[in-house]
């Protein structure tokens, strides 16, 4: 089992930054890819980036191409989100997830353990 725990989350004014984390417990995170998602209110969780486990490889959604960056250290058991220029519309709670494929997954059903999130507010 790997325990994820997400914190850096906060209120924020748009065009501000924020940098979320994401500690793991249990296991290491060496052995598997790690993405972020993201769900407001009324909304299905949707998928914001991947970091691939065998080289660091990142996939962003359109939403948030050349805004936000996901990165790891393997050696603090940590998976980082690194959100700048935030808009309004990228308000809700995100979470941290982890999947054991090697393979690419934009689908939450996809991915073994999952945070608790943390809540991101962007106002105008």
């Known amino acids: 089992q790997v325990q994820l725990v997400e914190s850096g989350g906060g209120l924020v004014q748009a065009g501000a930054s924020l940098r979320l984390s994401c500690a793991a417990s249990g296991r290491t995170l060496s052995a598997y890819a790690m993405g972020w998602f993201r769900q407001a209110p009324g909304k299905e969780r949707e998928f914001v980036a991947f970091i691939s486990q065998r080289d660091g490889a990142t996939v962003y959604a359109d939403s948030v191409k050349g805004r936000f960056a996901i990165s790891r250290t393997n050696a603090k058991n940590a998976t980082y989100l690194q959100m700048n220029s935030l808009k309004q519309e990228d308000t809700a709670v995100y979470y941290c997830?982890?999947?054991?494929?090697?393979?690419?997954?934009?689908?939450?059903?996809?991915?073994?353990?999952w945070g608790q999130g943390t809540q991101v507010t962007v106002s105008s």
């Open positions: 997830a982890a999947t054991g494929s090697l393979i690419l997954s934009r689908t939450p059903r996809d991915y073994d353990f």
